[in-house]
């Protein structure tokens, strides 16, 4: 497995495999990869012939009082893992190389989709996830991408990119990584001391009680929404960003739980702002 730092090695790298009739899988990670990530690079690994995963902490997606500096790094370690995973190629460019002098250029998708869930607590967040994947759409020139679902409102803002600029690539969500006691597996994890780690398992253990009343045949959202405030909010570590019940592709709020329904939050725990959801679909 390589590991590559310049935009105009990695496009070599992938213009060779074409040129070998292979397909091109890609993965773009922050890095400090768990198992999340190596299902991703492991999914794209079944499905294409050349794989490749990007390990870049983007800062425009970051905003002032963020942890961009903290951001936990080990390139050594996920250059590993990413090989036992079934990787070809790392794609790690510096900020540099991908923001040079004089940089000015960026996709920011307008409307609903980008202004409510993590778009209120974190204005500009999008517009930087927007630019750095179309950017690397354009360096790797993949035919599938793999994102994970603990991220669903940026899988949604990037198919939605995919669909208005025309990115010649199938967008391929896979599901939600969770360790054994329930907890779905983040890189900021690591910030969790050993009384946050533990009290963060209410998220988990709240979506699925959340889950199981829908099943039971509750279709009101205000009290399925009501329920998981209030049983987060019994857990003295917990500070709610939000807790929202919304469609799962446009990401409007639903009033009646029914079609494909997301059920997101964000909470923080300590320095920690972690995210989870369910996805259903409720006839």
């Not at 105009?8 to 890095?31: D, H, L, N």
């Not at 790094?73 to 250059?79: G, I, Y």
């Not at 793999?146 to 600029?165: N, T």
């Not at 909470?267 to 959801?277: E, I, M, P, S, Y």
Request: aromatic content about 8%; some cysteine.
């Amino acid at each position: 497995m390589k590991i590559i730092h310049t935009i105009k090695e990695i496009r070599e790298e992938v213009k060779a495999a074409r040129r070998s009739g292979k397909s091109i899988g890609f993965v773009p990670t922050m890095g400090f990869l768990h198992e999340g990530h190596l299902s991703l690079i492991k999914k794209a690994r079944e499905e294409n012939d050349f794989v490749v995963v990007s390990i870049f902490v983007n800062p425009t997606q970051f905003g002032p009082e963020e942890d961009l500096e903290s951001y936990p790094r080990d390139l050594e370690r996920d250059s590993r893992l990413s090989e036992e995973a079934g990787a070809d190629v790392i794609f790690n460019p510096t900020a540099e190389e991908m923001y040079p002098e004089g940089y000015s250029t960026y996709v920011e998708i307008e409307g609903e989709l980008t202004k409510k869930l993590c778009g209120i607590s974190r204005p500009g967040h999008f517009k930087g996830v927007t630019t750095v994947v179309s950017k690397l759409f354009n360096i790797v020139t993949p035919d599938r991408a793999y994102f994970g679902q603990k991220d669903a409102q940026q899988v949604a803002v990037i198919e939605q990119m995919v669909r208005d600029l025309n990115f010649d690539v199938k967008i391929v969500p896979c599901p939600i990584v969770r360790e054994k006691d329930g907890l779905a597996m983040s890189s900021r994890n690591t910030y969790l001391s050993k009384e946050e780690r533990k009290a963060a398992l209410i998220l988990s253990k709240t979506l699925f009680k959340a889950e199981e009343m829908i099943k039971n045949g509750e279709r009101n959202s205000t009290k399925i929404r009501d329920f998981i405030i209030n049983n987060i909010k019994s857990e003295p570590l917990a500070n709610i960003d939000y807790v929202e019940i919304v469609d799962a592709k446009s990401l409007k709020y639903l009033n009646e739980i029914k079609g494909d329904v997301l059920i997101a939050l964000a909470v923080k725990f300590g320095r920690a702002r972690l995210l989870d959801n369910i996805r259903l679909e409720v006839k």
